[in-house]
């Protein structure tokens, strides 16, 4: 097998190392948006004990019947879905890492390719 650029059946492929960095860039961008979603727009988002009245709360509101907790079990969702969103984030921050490494990569391989070349020219000693 060999490599061949310009070939456009499948067997070759091109790496263009800005392209890679506007992704990284793009993905930095979105873990951005998440952790602020996460850290800030669910911040205030959270219910006091009695904001749905005594029906949100756990307490008895009279014999027999018991308020549903709704505004604790509302709370701990949301909790998890910053915990997620927070990890999601992180997880977003190293593939955009990821892939200004591969850009860092490829960057080094199209400067030694370079190198090579002129030396086959005789542009370089």
Same mark, same amino acid.
């Given at each position: 097998? %060999? ?11 091109? &790496? ?16 951005? *948006? &998440? ?7 669910? #911040? ?7 904001? *749905?009245?005594?029906?949100?709360? *756990?307490? +008895? ?9 709704? #505004? $604790? ?6 909790? +998890? ?10 997880? *977003?921050?190293?593939?955009?890492? #990821?892939?200004?490494?591969? #850009? %860092? ?7 030694? $390719? ?12």
């Amino acid at each position: 097998m %060999s490599f061949d650029p310009n070939d456009i059946s499948g067997r070759g492929y091109r &790496v263009y190392p800005e392209a890679l960095r506007k992704a990284a860039d793009d993905v930095a961008g979105a873990a951005d *948006l &998440v952790t602020a979603f996460a850290l800030t727009d669910l #911040a205030g988002t959270l219910l006091g004990e009695f904001d *749905l009245g005594l029906p949100g709360t *756990l307490t +008895t509101i009279m014999p027999n019947v018991h308020g549903a907790g709704t #505004a $604790e079990q509302y709370n701990r969702a949301i909790e +998890t879905i910053r915990g997620v969103s927070a990890k999601n984030a992180e997880t *977003l921050q190293q593939l955009a890492q #990821a892939l200004q490494t591969a #850009a %860092s990569y490829y960057e080094q391989q199209d400067a030694a $390719e370079y190198e090579r070349l002129k030396k086959l020219e005789g542009g370089l000693p």
